[in-house]
């Protein structure tokens, strides 16, 4: 049974994940069934980068400190609160309950992630062990989204059953959890810090790696959140289906893009980073035609293509990172002894593309959605030419190997 301890791991993962993307289809039922302006809905989305930056930040060294079993069972217990409170369907509460859902998913993913793989045991290699938490994640984020909008479509209580039922998802697995082992000592001193700040201030990281980081969360709300619902009347009372399912298309092809960055990955250019920069930047301009066009199949490539470019800027930015971070910090012992931590600070810094469906919807009575989405593709331009320009430039050098790229490629 020993080889199987990690499969409750996962689950914390998948439902923590679950519990963060499940708005996106409740958002349509809010908008047939309740009088919330679009902005306040795009608000109530955003606010869980509030969240979630300081869960991230505080995951991995509270994993360390108080443990893995820990420090998840409370971010699963604070997500099942989080979504009983949505659950009552009333505006301000929803904001809090965004909030505290943001930050439970920042506890849960560094040290969910990390817990799974320990529990895999020596058996089983880094790559493999980093694979189960990849797609641990990506189900989540897609499950969430696809369960609400099948919940809410076809239940009655559209906006009340689905998180009851993400609630009831964490109780079991807070059950399932509840007698695994901390696969790492209890109490470790925290790690230090300098490395991190180091590769934060390193000037490959503001010029190859910043510019492309909105991108990332950017591309998928642009895909799942903000076009959805300009094609919504051509598809009457399947809203949150549909919503549901694109939010499943373009996050599982971010989670099938992943390898590709890895495998684009080049220690002596930005080759990985421009490759996804431009796909995003060709999805931007494919959803200004959808939305210009008014079309529920260009919305569909839409997805597909912001999801790839989502998943490929994620995976060339993490690779980035860890790189910066392991030149600071040494390879004394050949590991790199920070990868969760760096991957949880590369991550905060994509949290702003969270705010772009509220911008988006804040600028909308000022110019018209396809004339928006040109605009972000030329804004991507721009940080493409500033990515382009120092991709040569500044190289850390000490390129990680496969092992480990594969490793904190996964700590999304």
């Known amino acids: 049974m020993r080889t199987a301890r990690w499969i409750p791991a996962a ?3 998948a439902v923590a994940a679950w519990g963060a993307n499940q708005f996106t289809a409740l958002a349509s039922v809010y ?22 930056v300081p869960g991230l930040l505080l995951g991995g060294p509270a994993a360390d400190q ?19 409170l949505l659950a009552l369907g009333d505006e301000p509460t929803g904001y809090v309950a965004r909030l505290a859902t943001g930050f439970a998913a920042g506890l849960v993913f560094p040290a969910g992630t990390t817990w799974l793989r320990e529990l895999s045991g020596p058996g089983v290699s880094p790559v493999a062990a980093a694979r189960r938490a990849m797609y641990a994640t990506g189900i989540g984020f897609s499950a969430g989204a696809l369960a609400s909008g099948v919940l809410s479509e076809w239940l009655p209580g559209p906006t009340v059953v689905p998180c009851l039922a993400h609630a009831a998802a964490c109780l079991l697995v807070l059950r399932a959890t509840g007698r695994l082992p901390d696969a790492a000592p209890v109490g470790r001193p925290v790690r230090p810090a300098e490395h991190h700040r180091a590769a934060v201030q390193h000037p490959r990281f503001r010029y190859v790696v910043l510019p492309a980081s909105p991108a990332v969360l950017g591309a998928a709300t642009v895909g799942y959140v903000v076009l959805p619902p300009l ?12 919503s549901g399912l694109v939010a ?8 099938l893009a992943q390898p590709f960055a890895a495998r684009l990955d080049d220690a002596g250019s930005a080759r990985a980073t421009l490759t996804a920069m431009a796909t995003v930047i060709a999805g931007l301009l494919l959803g200004a035609l959808a939305a210009d066009r008014d079309s529920v199949g260009l919305v569909l490539a839409a997805a597909v293509v912001l999801g790839t470019g989502y998943g490929l800027t994620l995976g060339a930015g993490l690779h980035e990172v860890e790189r910066l971070t392991a030149r600071s910090a040494g390879r004394a012992t050949g590991r790199n002894p920070a990868g969760p931590t760096s991957a949880a600070l590369y991550q905060s810094t994509t949290s702003s593309g969270f705010l772009t469906p509220l911008l988006l919807a804040g600028t909308a009575g000022h110019a018209s959605y396809p004339a928006l989405l040109v605009g972000m593709a030329a804004v991507g331009v721009l940080c493409l030419a500033v990515t382009g320009a120092h991709s040569r430039r500044h190289l850390p050098g000490h390129p990680a190997g496969p092992e480990t790229r594969e490793d904190s490629s996964v700590q999304t």
Do not use: E, Q
């Open 31 to 52: 908008r047939a069934h309740t009088d919330w302006s679009p902005v306040s809905l795009a608000g109530m989305f955003s606010v869980y980068l509030v969240g979630l």
């Open 231 to 242: 094609v919504a009347h051509h598809l009457p009372g399947y809203a949150p289906l549909f």
């Open 66 to 84: 108080y443990g893995r079993r820990r420090t998840v069972r409370a971010g699963l217990a604070l997500s099942a609160a989080a979504s009983a």
């Open 248 to 255: 499943a298309l373009t996050l599982a092809m971010g989670v």
């Open 11 to 13: 689950a914390a993962v």
